[in-house]
């Protein structure tokens, strides 16, 4: 298994444009691919077409899902998506 990870802290340099790019396409080069967006945005969850208001990365970072309930099953690749509880200006 290889981990590929895009962060900056820098806004705007194409972050969640690389990682859509990588994900589409390394499934259509038959690649298993489980994107784990981990920005409070969610707009990589959100271009993927991953479902709103369910399990995400800030369940399995704050230990209160297991990582399986987290798992979305879009046509091309796997999700783990983000919400904006991953803020530290969201009340909890
Ligand atoms: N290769 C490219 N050439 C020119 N523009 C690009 C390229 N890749 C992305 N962009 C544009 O740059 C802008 C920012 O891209 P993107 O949203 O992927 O950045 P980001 O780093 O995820 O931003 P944020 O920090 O807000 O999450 C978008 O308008 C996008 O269309
Ligand atoms: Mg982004």
């Known amino acids: 298994m290889q981990v590929i990870s895009l962060v900056n802290k820098k806004g705007g340099v194409a972050k969640t444009t690389t990682a859509l790019a990588l994900a589409s396409g390394l499934s259509k080069h038959n690649f298993h691919v489980l994107a784990i967006d ?29 990582i399986n309930e987290a798992i979305q099953e879009l046509p091309l690749y796997h999700l783990i998506g983000a919400d904006k509880r991953l803020s530290s200006r969201h009340e909890h």
Not at 39 to 61: C, H, K, P, R, Y
């Open 38 to 66: 981990c920005d409070a945005q969610a707009n990589f969850s959100t271009a993927s077409g991953g479902e709103d208001d369910v399990v995400g990365s800030f369940d399995i970072l704050t230990g209160k899902k297991n």
